[in-house]
C-alpha cells in the first residue's frame, strides 16, 4: 500500500527568497481523501541568513520567543484571533493578553496532511504550558510529529516517509475491531521542563525542530506552492508544499 499525498499549508509572513521545490510536490493521482488545512504562524516576520537559524529574544509580554528561524524566514508564536492561527485567545472579541487572554497552546509552525488511510500526519512547533493551564513561570515548547493510519493490517511493519524524515511503525490491532490494525504515535522532541528557578531551554526547542533533523540547527520550515507575498500558505487553503529537508514533499505510507 503506498499513499502519497500533498501537504497543506497555512499563512505565515516569510521572507520572499525563492524555494526550490523538491522531487515529490504533487499529488499522485493513487491518492485519495481529502487534505486538511494546516497553519503557519502568520504574524510579520523578518528575513534571516542561515547564520541566524535558531530562537530569538523570549518576549517579556508572553513568556514565549519572539521567534524561532529555520535560517531564511523568522515566525513569530501564532495566537491571535482573526489572524489565521490554530489557536486563539478564549475571547476572540478582546484583545490577546496574558495571562488573561491567552490560549493554552500556541505554533509558530505547524503542518497536517490527510488522506485514504492516513488519519493524520502532523508536524509542528508548538508552545505549551506544563500542566496545560495557562500559568506564568510555567511556559514550555517542543518539537512535534504525530502518525495516524487507520484500516491496515495488524501486527505488520509499515514505512512512513515524509519531509522530515522515515520512521517504522509495527501497527496494533484496533480495538474496536481486532481484524483490522493501526499507528497512532505522537513522538516530541526538545521539549523543555521550566522550573520556579530554571525558564525552558528555548535554544534546544528549536534546535530539535524536527524528526531525523532533530540534532543541530532548526530545519526549514515547509510552505505552500504558490503561497502569496509575504506568507507561508493558507490556513483554509490545502495545497502542495515545498521546502521539506528530506526532499519529500508528501507522506508516503508503505506496507503489506
Not at 504574524?43 to 520567543?65: E, I, K, N, Q, R
Not at 514550555?140 to 504525530?146: A, D, P, S
Not at 534546535?207 to 533533523?213: C, I, M, N, P, T
Request: negative net charge; glycine residues 12%; contains cysteine.
Amino acid at each position: 500500500m503506498i499513499r502519497k499525498l500533498q501537504y497543506a499549508a497555512g499563512a505565515g509572513q516569510v521572507d520572499p527568497l525563492p524555494r526550490r521545490a523538491g522531487a515529490r510536490a504533487g499529488l499522485a493521482a493513487a491518492a485519495a481523501g481529502a487534505l486538511l488545512a494546516a497553519a503557519l504562524s502568520p504574524l510579520a516576520a523578518a528575513p534571516a541568513s542561515a547564520s541566524t537559524a535558531g530562537v530569538g529574544p523570549v518576549d517579556p509580554s508572553t513568556g514565549f520567543p519572539s521567534w524561532f528561524s529555520d535560517g531564511t524566514v523568522r515566525l513569530q508564536l501564532c495566537y491571535m484571533a482573526d489572524a489565521g492561527c490554530l489557536s486563539e485567545p478564549p475571547n476572540v472579541g478582546a484583545p490577546a493578553s496574558y495571562p488573561d487572554n491567552f490560549p493554552e497552546e500556541a505554533f509558530w509552525f505547524a503542518a497536517e496532511a490527510a488522506g485514504g488511510n492516513l488519519g493524520l500526519y502532523e508536524a509542528a512547533l508548538e508552545g505549551a504550558h506544563t500542566n496545560g493551564v495557562v500559568e506564568p513561570g510555567e511556559q514550555m515548547g517542543f518539537g512535534r510529529l504525530r502518525f495516524i493510519v487507520e484500516n491496515i493490517l495488524p501486527n505488520a511493519s509499515y514505512t512512513i516517509t515524509h519531509p522530515y524524515g522515515v520512521n517504522v511503525f509495527t501497527s496494533e490491532a484496533d480495538p474496536k475491531n481486532p481484524a483490522l490494525g493501526r499507528i497512532r504515535a505522537t513522538l516530541d522532541s526538545g521539549v523543555c521542563a521550566p522550573s520556579p528557578t530554571v525558564p525552558c531551554d528555548w535554544a534546544g526547542v528549536g534546535a530539535a525542530f524536527l524528526g531525523d533533523y532533530k540534532a543541530g540547527s532548526t530545519a526549514t520550515f515547509l510552505r505552500q506552492v504558490g503561497a502569496a507575498p509575504g506568507t507561508l500558505g493558507d490556513i483554509n487553503t490545502p495545497r502542495a508544499v515545498t521546502g521539506a529537508p528530506s526532499g519529500t514533499n508528501a507522506v508516503i505510507v508503505a506496507g503489506p
